[in-house]
């Protein structure tokens, strides 16, 4: 048996682009399912999954829907219907790629289902949306949007070539073979900024040489959900969150913030981890201009024409200190805090732009003052990026993993 695409979309107002869409994906030799998740009209061809399917497996009855009375309800019907359909042929081993097309809609229907699929399964999303901020839509899921430039209604010259450009993306990233790789070894993640890089690069050449496979994480919000995603999932075998820095975004309403959860999911998930108030020094905003008026007497620095860095003071950072125990507190494996005591940070270090001794030592006494009795906190006398500390923060890992 081939590999298989499935195509989600309604069949109703858009049938005709899909059985477009459907020849020319199976004329690069590969099967199609489609889905019909349209509510209204009657379907242009037969679905190989009806939209009666898809509505039953969303808990709900078509003929209800139909009406268009209750839109509302009808969106969520087919979308958790969707989800559920998309998720078992996966499972059974019938979902190699998918594709979806439409306006906003159809992008929230099928991404929905999308986000239901691992990491790694191709996902291509042809929007009216794309271009915009799709975060929503994509979550932390690797959904590739491509601008339907015009709508998704008809054919003309941009529209046959927008359709066939991703009957080839879906096509090309479902035929394409999967690299060879070590597999087999044990992953852990790790949590990274610019200004923890030479910590979380040391460490991570500790625990490579050890024969653990590390899958490094931008702390820029999106970057912090999708390793909290991915922990909560079951891919990751133990925690490295060298990079904190993104409480310091949710305390001060910064612009890379992972939402309160942050550093929740490996205590819950029961996974060895090493908890360190990396970059808590900082809040993250865009460009200068854009900087709360609350916070424009404070120390701010230029990290790029885009990004202005926020130097977070004593309370913010008692409060981050509050938020790192309370996540030790819940684990429910072996959890280490390391403190790095001349700052925590590349721009927190003696002389540098964000040093500030009493505001680092309020989040590291937050911390303490907070702990369960029994969870161990190291103290060393040294800079998050030194060398010492992240071999010490690799090695107690490794600690935690051997044992």
Same mark, same amino acid.
């Given at each position: 048996?081939?590999?298989?695409?499935?195509?989600?979309?309604?069949?109703?107002?858009?049938?005709?682009?899909?059985?477009?869409?459907?020849?020319?994906?199976?004329?690069?030799?590969?099967?199609?399912?489609?889905?019909?998740?349209?509510?209204?009209?009657?379907?242009t061809?037969?679905?190989?999954?009806?939209?009666?399917?898809?509505?039953?497996?969303?808990?709900?009855?078509?003929?209800?829907?139909?009406?268009?009375?209750?839109?509302?309800?009808?969106?969520?019907?087919?979308?958790?219907?969707?989800?559920?359909?998309?998720?078992?042929?996966?499972?059974?081993?019938?979902?190699?790629?998918?594709?979806?097309?439409?306006?906003?809609?159809?992008?929230?229907?099928?991404?929905?289902?999308?986000?239901?699929?691992?990491?790694?399964?191709?996902?291509?999303?042809?929007?009216?949306?794309?271009?915009?901020?799709?975060?929503?839509?994509?979550?932390?899921?690797?959904?590739?949007?491509?601008?339907?430039?015009?709508?998704?209604?008809?054919?003309?010259?941009?529209?046959?070539?927008?359709?066939?450009?991703?009957?080839?993306?879906?096509?090309?990233?479902?035929?394409?073979?999967?690299?060879?790789?070590?597999?087999?070894?044990?992953? =852990? @993640? +790790? !949590?990274?900024?610019?200004? &923890? /890089?030479?910590?979380? #690069?040391?460490?991570? *050449?500790?625990?490579?040489?050890? $024969?653990?496979e590390?899958?490094?994480?931008?702390?820029?919000?999106?970057?912090?959900?999708?390793?909290?995603?991915?922990?909560?999932?079951?891919? =990751? @075998? +133990? !925690?490295?969150?060298?990079? &904190? /820095?993104?409480l310091a #975004?949710?305390?001060? *309403?910064?612009?890379?913030?992972? $939402?309160?959860?942050?550093?929740?999911?490996?205590?819950?998930a029961?996974?060895?981890?090493?908890?360190?108030?990396?970059?808590?020094?900082?809040?993250?905003?865009?460009?200068?201009?854009?900087?709360?008026?609350?916070?424009?007497?404070?120390?701010?620095?230029?990290w790029?024409?885009?990004?202005?860095?926020?130097?977070?003071?004593?309370?913010?950072?008692k409060?981050?200190?509050?938020?790192?125990?309370?996540?030790?507190?819940?684990?429910?494996?072996?959890?280490?805090?390391?403190?790095?005591?001349?700052?925590?940070?590349?721009?927190?270090?003696?002389?540098?732009?964000?040093?500030?001794?009493q505001?680092?030592?309020?989040?590291?006494?937050?911390?303490?003052?907070?702990?369960?009795?029994?969870?161990?906190?190291?103290?060393?006398?040294?800079?998050?990026?030194?060398?010492?500390?992240?071999?010490?923060?690799?090695?107690?890992?490794?600690?935690?993993?051997?044992?």
């Open positions: 048996m081939g590999k298989t695409v499935v195509i989600t979309g309604a069949l109703d107002t858009k049938g005709r682009e899909f059985a477009f869409l459907k020849e020319l994906i199976e004329k690069e030799g590969l099967e199609t399912l489609v889905i019909d998740f349209g509510v209204m009209g009657e379907p061809f037969a679905a190989d999954v009806t939209r009666q399917e898809v509505a039953k497996a969303g808990g709900g009855d078509l003929s209800n829907l139909a009406s268009g009375e209750h839109k509302d309800v009808a969106m969520q019907v087919m979308a958790t219907g969707l989800t559920v359909v998309v998720r078992r042929l996966f499972e059974e081993g019938r979902l190699d790629g998918i594709i979806g097309m439409g306006g906003g809609g159809a992008t929230s229907l099928s991404t929905a289902a999308m986000r239901s699929l691992p990491v790694g399964v191709p996902k291509v999303m042809v929007s009216t949306l794309g271009g915009g901020d799709v975060s929503a839509y994509v979550g932390t899921r690797d959904i590739t949007f491509m601008p339907s430039i015009v709508d998704v209604a008809g054919f003309n010259r941009i529209s046959r070539a927008i359709y066939t450009n991703a009957a080839g993306a879906i096509a090309g990233m479902v035929k394409m073979e999967k690299g060879k790789g070590d597999d087999d070894k044990t992953i =852990i @993640a +790790a !949590s990274m900024f610019g200004n &923890t /890089t030479l910590a979380v #690069d040391r460490a991570r *050449g500790v625990l490579e040489a050890r $024969g653990y590390v899958l490094v994480f931008h702390a820029t919000g999106t970057g912090g959900r999708t390793m909290e995603d991915l922990i909560a999932d079951g891919y =990751i @075998a +133990a !925690s490295l969150d060298i990079t &904190t /820095t993104e #975004d949710e305390v001060c *309403g910064g612009v890379l913030n992972a $939402g309160p959860e942050r550093c929740l999911s490996a205590s819950r029961g996974i060895p981890t090493v908890l360190v108030p990396g970059c808590v020094d900082m809040a993250n905003f865009w460009a200068m201009d854009t900087i709360p008026d609350k916070y424009k007497s404070r120390t701010l620095y230029q790029n024409p885009n990004i202005t860095l926020l130097r977070t003071n004593v309370e913010e950072n409060r981050i200190g509050e938020m790192i125990a309370a996540a030790a507190n819940a684990a429910t494996a072996p959890v280490v805090i390391l403190i790095p005591l001349k700052g925590v940070s590349q721009l927190d270090s003696p002389g540098g732009v964000f040093w500030d001794p505001a680092d030592r309020a989040c590291f006494e937050a911390i303490k003052k907070n702990l369960k009795p029994g969870i161990p906190v190291i103290e060393m006398d040294n800079n998050v990026n030194d060398p010492e500390f992240a071999d010490r923060a690799a090695e107690t890992l490794l600690d935690m993993l051997e044992k």
